[in-house]
């Protein structure tokens, strides 16, 4: 049984729980230590940002009813008997200090059958009070069509799929309220586990026969789900050489620990796009996408994973427009493809039909104008800042910034995270660009070269050696290691970063350290193989489950201390699973065309999807970035985080 595991956190009044990715350790740098402090008096969370992420179980145990968090594992069981649906379980495992508890599931279950649960109303069942790991068992068709009429999709192309002898699916998602007794704040996991074989991620699962094939690198682990119906186009070695070399070239932030990439079978479904991105770090691709071209699928998707903003409307096409962008940039440095058709699919942006176009103004893009002149202004505006700054700062800045913006960024925040990487004078071509039908023309190679040649300044974090986590307090001082710490109230815990310029050139760098939502970043310059290591703390006053990211690196820290005899209320609500409005694909190629799919347009859902669409002409790329969702209830919340993001 195939077991993938989503921890969710428990949000209070000024306490919260969360769950992170993992860590990995580099080599200690022989210079000079510096230090950044950060302390807390209680957990830090915002009720709009999802505050966990993704972690694999390694094991299909349920948790045990005396353990203090409640475990929602999803059984998802392909039904080969009845094609066009899938059975479901949902076993809830409840402490004993839980009071209340209602499940709720997706509005399209049938056929539904509880133990321990009685059906209350509508989508929702109310818990007996005495059953340990109550059930509820449904059946649900997975198939997800694209409603959108136009050159993007046609009827009777899937998203998602159920097949005589595989299903591609997104995962029913379970909301969770209630009441629970006590001081301390009440955890809860969500797992997803597969009854024969398959593999699930945070949001979406394949299940049939499979071989995975997973991948270490910079600091996240990459799984290429290799369906046994799927007949690769590139070699699965190659495809995770294409991801990895993503995942190290790009320093923007928001790393999830956990990529899932699944090889879309097309020998029997006709696929609405080429690619689909949803939830925190899950894709898939059509297995028949290769890799020497200028829209590099398995690329545009992995980039969208490293998205970690809300954009509002006039910052919309800086999403496509950059995973677009990199999908072309990252196989020419890599020698997959040559200079000319690079320039072929960047001079697409500049086409008569975008010279009509306003990208601050997606009620006035022509032709897909996000991807095409959205690639074109990302891939000159790079070009630019690497001029203005004699190849010390490049487009990743900018993406760097928006990252961290806790608030949905636009057109203005995009021009200031310009201005930052670059100067003024580069913003305004930015917001020209932006604001007005004015648009670049394709640079020549001889242009190029005098940007792009050489290697920029580009950082890497990782913790140091010897002992890089410490917690202090009155009773200890000793090194922690793994990816969950556990500290009590009271405790400074203590991580050492190490941060390298492996780049051609000096530059300024910024190294984050986040607790939630609050964030310390040190900054410093290097010149090319120089390292400086830094020091950071965090004292915690108050119990709960905090996220810290160092880094590239994340952990779940939980703060403990006596129980009281308080107590506090459960609110989880999930991403609407079936709702189809919002839904894009991306066709294209050189000269290609794509859309994206915000499923939380409704502001429910924790993950967006997007995708990669086939066109009458060519072959482009796809989307996609999911965010998450918090909801504060009175006295306590559970927030369900998706991916996802560093």
């Not at 929602?72 to 080969?80: I, K």
């Not at 479901?88 to 279950?109: C, F, G, K, N, W």
């Not at 917690?471 to 969950?484: D, K, Y």
């Amino acid at each position: 049984m195939t077991v993938a595991r989503l921890v969710v956190g428990l949000l209070v009044v000024g306490c919260c729980l969360a769950a992170a990715p993992a860590v990995g350790v580099g080599e200690e740098p022989a210079t000079p230590t510096t230090q950044s402090v950060a302390s807390a008096s209680q957990p830090i969370a915002s009720a709009s940002q999802p505050i966990a992420s993704t972690t694999m179980a390694t094991n299909s145990a349920l948790q045990s009813a005396e353990s203090d968090e409640i475990t929602v594992t999803t059984t998802l069981d392909r039904t080969p008997e009845t094609s066009g649906e899938i059975g479901v379980t949902v076993a809830v495992s409840i402490p004993e200090r839980v009071t209340q508890l209602t499940a709720e599931v997706p509005d399209r279950a049938r056929d539904a059958e509880t133990a321990g649960f009685s059906h209350a109303s509508g989508d929702s069942y109310t818990w007996d009070g005495t059953t340990a790991t109550p059930t509820i068992t449904y059946r649900v068709d997975p198939n997800r069509l694209s409603d959108r009429e136009g050159p993007l999709s046609v009827d009777g192309q899937y998203l998602f799929a159920d097949t005589d002898d595989w299903a591609l699916v997104r995962i029913p998602q379970t909301g969770i309220t209630g009441r629970y007794t006590g001081g301390s704040t009440l955890g809860l996991d969500r797992e997803t586990t597969i009854n024969g074989p398959g593999v699930a991620g945070d949001r979406m699962a394949f299940l049939g026969p499979t071989d995975v094939r997973t991948r270490r690198a910079h600091g996240q682990t990459f799984r290429l789900v290799i369906p046994e119906a799927a007949d690769l186009e590139s070699e699965p070695g190659e495809i995770l050489d294409s991801v990895a070399n993503a995942a190290g070239r790009l320093q923007v932030g928001d790393r999830d620990d956990e990529v899932l990439m699944i090889a879309a079978p097309t020998g029997e479904v006709r696929w609405t796009v080429r690619g689909l991105q949803i939830g925190a770090a899950d894709f898939w691709v059509r297995d028949s996408e290769g890799l020497d071209t200028a829209s590099n699928v398995w690329v545009h998707e992995y980039v969208h994973t490293r998205q970690d903003y809300t954009a509002a409307p006039s910052a919309e096409w800086i999403t496509e427009g950059s995973a677009s962008y990199y999908a072309a940039l990252l196989p020419l440095e890599t020698g997959r493809i040559d200079f000319e058709a690079f320039r072929r699919q960047l001079a697409t942006g500049a086409s008569a039909t975008q010279r009509r176009v306003v990208l601050s103004d997606p009620d006035r893009w022509d032709d897909f104008a996000n991807y095409r002149k959205g690639s074109l202004v990302a891939g000159d505006l790079d070009r630019r800042i690497r001029v203005a700054t004699d190849r010390e700062a490049t487009f990743d800045q900018v993406l760097r910034e928006l990252n961290t913006a806790a608030e949905p960024i636009d057109n203005r925040a995009v021009r200031r995270a310009v201005s930052n990487a670059a100067d003024h004078d580069v913003a305004a071509v930015a917001d020209r660009y932006a604001t007005t039908t004015a648009g670049p023309t394709m640079w020549n190679s001889t242009a190029h070269d005098a940007a792009f040649s050489g290697s920029p300044a580009q950082f890497r974090y990782r913790l140091a050696d010897d002992d890089p986590v410490t917690v202090e307090g009155p009773t200890r001082n000793t090194a922690l290691s793994g990816r969950g710490l556990a500290v009590t109230t009271g405790e400074t815990l203590r991580v050492r970063l190490t941060v390298e310029n492996v780049g051609g050139t000096a530059g300024d760098y910024e190294l984050p350290f986040r607790v939630n939502e609050t964030e310390t970043v040190a900054r410093g310059r290097l010149g090319p193989g120089e390292r400086a290591t830094h020091t950071f703390e965090q004292t915690f006053t108050e119990p709960g489950t905090y996220q810290l990211t160092a880094g590239v690196d994340a952990f779940t820290v939980r703060v403990t201390t006596a129980d009281s005899a308080g107590g506090g209320a459960i609110n989880s609500t999930p991403p609407p699973v079936f709702d189809d409005d919002g839904i894009e694909g991306t066709a294209g190629n050189g000269t290609s065309t794509e859309g994206d799919d915000e499923d939380n347009a409704t502001g429910e859902d924790t993950g967006s999807e997007t995708g990669t669409a086939d066109g009458a002409t060519t072959d482009d790329n796809a989307p996609g970035f999911g965010v998450g969702v918090a909801v504060a209830a009175l006295a306590l919340s559970l927030v369900a985080f998706s991916r996802p993001r560093d």
